[in-house]
C-alpha cells in the first residue's frame, strides 16, 4: 500500500476526458460507474485497447466468465480467512503489506515523476511481483494491488487510452503473486485520489465517476478487497462507494490525517474530523475503516476515535509512512520524492504499531517507506 509522493496535480492531465456513455447495466461495475457518471452528467468512453472490452459486459479473458461477462473467479472466497467482524477476530491482528512505490524504487525498477509507480507496470511486471511476493513471505494476510498511480496526474494522455489495461496489469501482478505463494493472502485494489494526494481542494465530485471507471472495470476480475485509501476529504470516500458494483466485496476506506500542525482533535486533510470520518463510514457500509499515509505519532488519538464512535461494529486499522513530514506536506507532493525519517527503522515502527493495536485497531501495515522488513517485525510479534 502506497501513496504517490505528493505533488500538484496537473490540471491539463487531470481534464482529458474518458468517454461516452454505454449501455446502462448497474450489475455490471463498469456500466454502474457509468450510470453514476450519467447522473453527474459526465460521461466514460469505451478502453480502446483490445484485449479489453468494457461495453456490454466486462471480459477480460481470463478464464471462465459469469455475471454477464465478468470473471469474478468462483474459486476465490472474497471473504475466506478476512472476517469483518472485529467481535470474531479479538486479539487477531491482521497483517497488510507495505509501501510499493519506495519498495520499486529501492529494487532499481524504472521510477520516475510524474509515472511514479505506474511505470514499473509496463517496463518491470517481474519486479512488481516479487515485491509483492517478497511482502506475503514477510508476513502480509492482505496485498494491494499496484494502481495507485493510474491516474491522470502521474500518466497524464496514456490515462485515456490505457488506463484499463494498467489497473488490469496491476489487479494481475498481485492476483499471480498471492497465488505463487501458496497462501491465504487476499488482494485489495487499490482506489486512488483521483486528482491529487493530499489535495481535497482538487476534488471535483462530477468528474470523479469517469476517471473511477476504467480502474473498476480493470481491477474488478483479480481482487477481493475495495480500498479507498489516502482520501482526504469525505466527499472523496462518498464518490468511491457510490460508484463501486454491488459485486459482495469488502469496502475498505482509508483516510490520510493532517500532521503538518498539532489539532486539539485528529482532523483529516480537508480540515474534517476523524469522528465525521467514522460516522460516515459506518453510513457507507465500510467493513473497515483505516488510516494511512499520515506520520506514525498522530495515528493513535484518530484510532481511540475511531473505536469509541465504531464500538465492534467494523475493522479499524493502520499503515503510517516512514516520510519526513516537511517534505510529506510540501506544494509539489506529486513531483518530487520526500525523504524518509531516519527513526522509522523496523523496531521502531513496531513500537508505533503496538501503540495503534493497544488504542483499538486491529489491522496493520505500512505505506510509503515501510518495507518487507519493517512487516516482518510486525508479523512475528502482532500477527
Known amino acids: 500500500m502506497d501513496h504517490a509522493d505528493r505533488g500538484r496535480a496537473g490540471d491539463d492531465a487531470v481534464n482529458k476526458s474518458v468517454g461516452k456513455p454505454v449501455n446502462e447495466c448497474v450489475d455490471n461495475p463498469v456500466d454502474k460507474v457509468r450510470d453514476v457518471g450519467r447522473r453527474m452528467n459526465v460521461g466514460s468512453r469505451p478502453n480502446r485497447d483490445s484485449g479489453l472490452n468494457v461495453g456490454g459486459g466486462l471480459n477480460m479473458d481470463r478464464g471462465p466468465n459469469v455475471d454477464g461477462g465478468l470473471n469474478m473467479d468462483p474459486g476465490l472466497n472474497v471473504d475466506g480467512g478476512l472476517n469483518t467482524d472485529r467481535r470474531q477476530n479479538a486479539g487477531r491482528v491482521l497483517i497488510l503489506d507495505g509501501g510499493m512505490g519506495r519498495e520499486l524504487l529501492r529494487r532499481g525498477a524504472p521510477f520516475r515523476q510524474p509515472e511514479w509507480s505506474a511505470l514499473a507496470l509496463t517496463e518491470a511486471p517481474d519486479v512488481v511481483r516479487d515485491a509483492h511476493l517478497d511482502f506475503i513471505r514477510a508476513g502480509a494476510e492482505v496485498i494491494t494491488a499496484n494502481s495507485y498511480a493510474v491516474v491522470p496526474f502521474h500518466i497524464g494522455d496514456r490515462f485515456e487510452l490505457e488506463a ?43 468528474r470523479a465517476p469517469m476517471l473511477a471507471a476504467p480502474l473498476v472495470a480493470g481491477l474488478a476480475p483479480y481482487v477481493d478487497i475495495w480500498l479507498a ?155
Request: charged fraction near 25%; glycine fraction near 8%; hydrophobic fraction near 40%.
Open 164 to 206: 484499463q489495461t494498467l489497473a488490469a496489469t496491476a489487479g494481475r501482478l498481485a492476483r499471480e503473486a498471492a497465488t505463487q505463494s501458496g497462501r491465504d493472502v487476499k488482494v485489495a485494489g487499490s482506489l486512488p485520489p483521483l486528482f491529487g494526494s493530499y489535495r481535497p481542494d482538487l476534488f471535483e465530485a462530477a
Open 229 to 383: 485509501e489516502t482520501i482526504s476529504s469525505l466527499a472523496e470516500a462518498h464518490t468511491w462507494r457510490e460508484v463501486l458494483p454491488n459485486d459482495g466485496k469488502p469496502f475498505w476506506l482509508s483516510f490520510t490525517l493532517d500532521d503538518a500542525v498539532p489539532h486539539e482533535v485528529p482532523v483529516l486533510r480537508s480540515g474534517e474530523t476523524v469522528a465525521e470520518a467514522a460516522r460516515l463510514a459506518l453510513d457507507l457500509g465500510a467493513a473497515a475503516l483505516l488510516f494511512n499515509c499520515s506520520a506514525p505519532e498522530i495515528m493513535e488519538a484518530a484510532v481511540r476515535v475511531a473505536r469509541d464512535i465504531c464500538g465492534d461494529r467494523l475493522r479499524l486499522g493502520v499503515y503510517a509512512n516512514a516520510l519526513v513530514t516537511e517534505d510529506n506536506n510540501s506544494d509539489d507532493a506529486n513531483g518530487e520524492l520526500s525523504g524518509v525519517r531516519e527513526d522509522t527503522q523496523p523496531e521502531a515502527y513496531l513500537r508505533w504499531a503496538q501503540t495503534w493495536v493497544a488504542a483499538g485497531a486491529d489491522m496493520v501495515g505500512g505505506c510509503c517507506g515501510i518495507g518487507p522488513e519493517h512487516i516482518r517485525e510486525l508479523a512475528q510479534h502482532l500477527g
